[in-house]
Protein backbone atom coordinates (compact mmCIF):
# COMPACT_ATOMS: atom_id res chain seq x y z
CA UNK A 1 0.00 0.00 0.00
CA UNK A 2 2.83 2.65 0.97
CA UNK A 3 4.75 1.40 -2.41
CA UNK A 4 1.14 2.70 -4.29
CA UNK A 5 1.37 6.12 -2.23
CA UNK A 6 4.79 6.46 -3.42
CA UNK A 7 5.12 4.98 -7.12
CA UNK A 8 3.34 8.85 -8.44
CA UNK A 9 6.38 10.80 -6.39
CA UNK A 10 8.83 8.10 -7.78
CA UNK A 11 7.89 8.71 -11.50
CA UNK A 12 8.37 12.41 -11.35
CA UNK A 13 11.62 11.66 -10.22
CA UNK A 14 12.60 9.65 -12.58
CA UNK A 15 11.04 11.63 -15.44
CA UNK A 16 13.20 15.09 -14.06
CA UNK A 17 16.57 13.29 -14.39
CA UNK A 18 15.01 11.91 -17.49
CA UNK A 19 15.00 15.08 -18.37
CA UNK A 20 18.05 16.73 -16.87
CA UNK A 21 19.75 13.77 -19.21
CA UNK A 22 17.88 14.90 -22.18
CA UNK A 23 18.28 18.18 -22.18
CA UNK A 24 22.72 17.50 -21.87
CA UNK A 25 21.78 15.11 -25.09
CA UNK A 26 20.53 18.27 -27.15
CA UNK A 27 23.51 20.34 -25.88
CA UNK A 28 25.95 17.65 -27.00
CA UNK A 29 23.68 17.78 -30.64
CA UNK A 30 23.80 21.57 -30.90
CA UNK A 31 28.21 21.30 -30.40
CA UNK A 32 28.25 18.27 -33.02
CA UNK A 33 26.10 20.57 -35.34
CA UNK A 34 28.61 22.89 -34.87
CA UNK A 35 31.22 20.77 -35.77
CA UNK A 36 29.48 19.25 -38.89
CA UNK A 37 29.31 16.29 -37.51
CA UNK A 38 25.46 15.86 -38.30
CA UNK A 39 24.90 12.35 -37.80
CA UNK A 40 26.60 12.34 -34.19
CA UNK A 41 24.27 15.40 -34.08
CA UNK A 42 21.01 13.08 -34.95
CA UNK A 43 22.23 10.37 -32.83
CA UNK A 44 22.21 12.93 -29.67
CA UNK A 45 18.86 14.26 -30.47
CA UNK A 46 17.28 10.81 -31.13
CA UNK A 47 18.42 9.66 -27.83
CA UNK A 48 17.30 12.71 -25.55
CA UNK A 49 13.69 12.58 -27.82
CA UNK A 50 13.51 8.76 -26.58
CA UNK A 51 14.33 10.03 -22.84
CA UNK A 52 11.76 13.13 -22.66
CA UNK A 53 10.42 14.65 -25.76
CA UNK A 54 8.93 17.34 -22.95
CA UNK A 55 12.02 19.08 -22.75
CA UNK A 56 12.42 19.76 -26.45
CA UNK A 57 11.47 23.43 -27.71
CA UNK A 58 10.25 24.48 -30.92
CA UNK A 59 13.86 25.37 -32.31
CA UNK A 60 15.16 21.97 -30.54
CA UNK A 61 13.25 20.11 -33.50
CA UNK A 62 13.99 22.41 -36.38
CA UNK A 63 17.82 22.05 -35.16
CA UNK A 64 17.25 18.42 -34.88
CA UNK A 65 15.23 18.72 -38.64
CA UNK A 66 18.62 20.88 -39.88
CA UNK A 67 20.69 17.92 -39.12
CA UNK A 68 18.29 15.56 -41.25
CA UNK A 69 18.45 17.77 -44.14
CA UNK A 70 22.00 18.10 -43.65
CA UNK A 71 22.09 13.86 -44.25
CA UNK A 72 19.80 14.54 -47.22
CA UNK A 73 17.17 13.18 -45.41
CA UNK A 74 14.28 15.10 -46.39
CA UNK A 75 11.22 13.91 -45.45
CA UNK A 76 12.41 13.51 -41.51
CA UNK A 77 13.40 16.93 -41.74
CA UNK A 78 9.79 18.07 -42.93
CA UNK A 79 8.18 16.26 -40.08
CA UNK A 80 10.89 17.68 -37.90
CA UNK A 81 9.90 21.20 -39.08
CA UNK A 82 6.12 20.35 -38.17
CA UNK A 83 7.01 19.00 -34.87
CA UNK A 84 8.76 22.57 -33.91
CA UNK A 85 5.54 24.26 -35.60
CA UNK A 86 3.21 22.05 -32.73
CA UNK A 87 5.08 23.95 -30.29
CA UNK A 88 5.44 27.75 -31.65
CA UNK A 89 2.88 28.26 -34.63
CA UNK A 90 4.96 31.22 -35.44
CA UNK A 91 8.54 29.64 -35.80
CA UNK A 92 10.07 31.28 -38.83
CA UNK A 93 12.97 29.57 -38.88
CA UNK A 94 10.79 26.20 -39.03
CA UNK A 95 8.52 27.43 -41.80
CA UNK A 96 11.38 28.45 -43.74
CA UNK A 97 13.26 25.01 -43.06
CA UNK A 98 10.38 23.25 -44.08
CA UNK A 99 9.90 25.21 -47.41
CA UNK A 100 13.79 24.44 -48.66
CA UNK A 101 12.73 20.76 -47.75
CA UNK A 102 10.10 20.60 -49.83
CA UNK A 103 11.82 22.47 -52.89
CA UNK A 104 14.51 19.87 -52.44
CA UNK A 105 11.77 17.25 -53.40
CA UNK A 106 11.00 19.33 -55.89
CA UNK A 107 7.35 19.95 -54.27
CA UNK A 108 7.63 23.45 -55.04
CA UNK A 109 3.93 24.22 -54.61
CA UNK A 110 4.46 23.18 -50.55
CA UNK A 111 7.94 25.03 -50.15
CA UNK A 112 5.79 28.74 -51.70
CA UNK A 113 2.95 28.00 -49.31
CA UNK A 114 6.03 27.96 -46.53
CA UNK A 115 7.53 30.47 -47.98
CA UNK A 116 4.41 32.81 -48.01
CA UNK A 117 3.78 31.80 -44.03
CA UNK A 118 6.56 33.45 -43.64
CA UNK A 119 6.42 36.88 -45.31
CA UNK A 120 2.97 37.29 -43.47
CA UNK A 121 4.91 36.96 -40.33
CA UNK A 122 7.64 39.12 -41.43
CA UNK A 123 7.15 40.85 -44.95
CA UNK A 124 11.09 41.97 -44.89
CA UNK A 125 12.22 38.56 -45.09
CA UNK A 126 14.18 38.24 -48.24
CA UNK A 127 15.48 34.80 -47.27
CA UNK A 128 11.84 33.44 -47.86
CA UNK A 129 11.25 35.86 -50.81
CA UNK A 130 14.47 34.84 -52.58
CA UNK A 131 13.36 30.84 -52.28
CA UNK A 132 9.65 31.25 -53.24
CA UNK A 133 10.87 32.90 -56.69
CA UNK A 134 13.02 30.26 -56.70
CA UNK A 135 10.00 27.71 -56.66
CA UNK A 136 8.38 29.71 -59.51
CA UNK A 137 10.96 29.55 -61.66
CA UNK A 138 10.75 26.16 -61.14
CA UNK A 139 7.66 25.50 -62.10
CA UNK A 140 7.80 28.05 -64.95
CA UNK A 141 5.91 31.01 -63.33
CA UNK A 142 8.19 33.36 -64.77
CA UNK A 143 5.63 36.42 -64.52
CA UNK A 144 5.20 35.41 -60.42
CA UNK A 145 8.61 34.70 -60.28
CA UNK A 146 9.50 38.70 -61.65
CA UNK A 147 6.66 40.16 -59.16
CA UNK A 148 8.95 38.39 -56.43
CA UNK A 149 12.58 39.87 -57.22
CA UNK A 150 10.81 43.18 -57.75
CA UNK A 151 9.49 42.53 -54.10
CA UNK A 152 13.02 42.00 -52.87
CA UNK A 153 14.41 44.63 -54.63
CA UNK A 154 11.49 47.59 -52.96
CA UNK A 155 13.31 45.90 -49.31
CA UNK A 156 16.96 45.46 -50.28
CA UNK A 157 17.46 48.25 -53.80
CA UNK A 158 21.54 46.70 -53.33
CA UNK A 159 20.45 42.70 -53.65
CA UNK A 160 22.74 42.42 -56.63
CA UNK A 161 21.53 38.81 -56.94
CA UNK A 162 17.94 39.37 -56.85
CA UNK A 163 19.14 41.89 -60.45
CA UNK A 164 21.12 38.98 -61.95
CA UNK A 165 17.90 36.71 -61.34
CA UNK A 166 15.75 38.30 -62.54
CA UNK A 167 17.84 39.76 -65.51
CA UNK A 168 17.68 35.63 -66.13
CA UNK A 169 14.34 35.37 -65.80
CA UNK A 170 13.84 38.39 -68.66
CA UNK A 171 16.46 36.27 -70.82
CA UNK A 172 14.54 33.31 -70.56
CA UNK A 173 10.85 35.35 -71.74
CA UNK A 174 13.40 36.80 -74.75
CA UNK A 175 13.26 40.20 -73.36
CA UNK A 176 17.28 41.02 -73.69
CA UNK A 177 17.11 44.57 -73.17
CA UNK A 178 15.45 44.19 -69.68
CA UNK A 179 18.00 41.42 -69.20
CA UNK A 180 21.04 44.11 -69.87
CA UNK A 181 18.85 46.75 -68.05
CA UNK A 182 19.10 44.48 -64.50
CA UNK A 183 22.76 43.13 -65.32
CA UNK A 184 23.87 47.00 -65.05
CA UNK A 185 22.13 47.48 -62.18
CA UNK A 186 23.74 44.54 -60.49
CA UNK A 187 27.36 45.66 -62.43
CA UNK A 188 26.73 49.16 -60.42
CA UNK A 189 26.20 47.64 -57.50
CA UNK A 190 29.58 45.65 -58.19
CA UNK A 191 28.83 42.20 -58.94
CA UNK A 192 31.60 40.58 -61.12
CA UNK A 193 28.91 38.18 -62.78
CA UNK A 194 26.95 40.65 -64.33
CA UNK A 195 30.24 42.97 -65.13
CA UNK A 196 32.07 40.08 -66.98
CA UNK A 197 28.91 39.03 -68.88
CA UNK A 198 28.59 43.54 -70.10
CA UNK A 199 32.21 43.60 -70.82
CA UNK A 200 31.82 40.46 -73.06
CA UNK A 201 28.95 41.81 -74.55
CA UNK A 202 29.73 45.18 -75.50
CA UNK A 203 27.58 46.91 -72.86
CA UNK A 204 28.95 49.55 -70.44
CA UNK A 205 27.79 50.14 -66.89
Known sequence: M???LFLPIVIQAQSVKNGV???ALIEKAYAANAANSYQEALTYFIQADSLSSAV???DDYNNMGGSYFKLGEYRQAIAM???SLLLDSNNIHAFLN???AYGMLDSHLLAIECYQKVVLMNPTQTQAYFNMALSYQQLKEKAKALEVYQKIIEIEPDNAKAFI???IVYGELGNYKKLVE???QAARLGNKVA???LSKSGHGW
Open 182 to 184: CYQ
Open 56 to 58: FTS
Open 81 to 83: SKR
Open 195 to 197: QDY
Open 21 to 23: KAR
Open 2 to 4: LFV
Open 98 to 100: MGI
Open 165 to 167: NMG
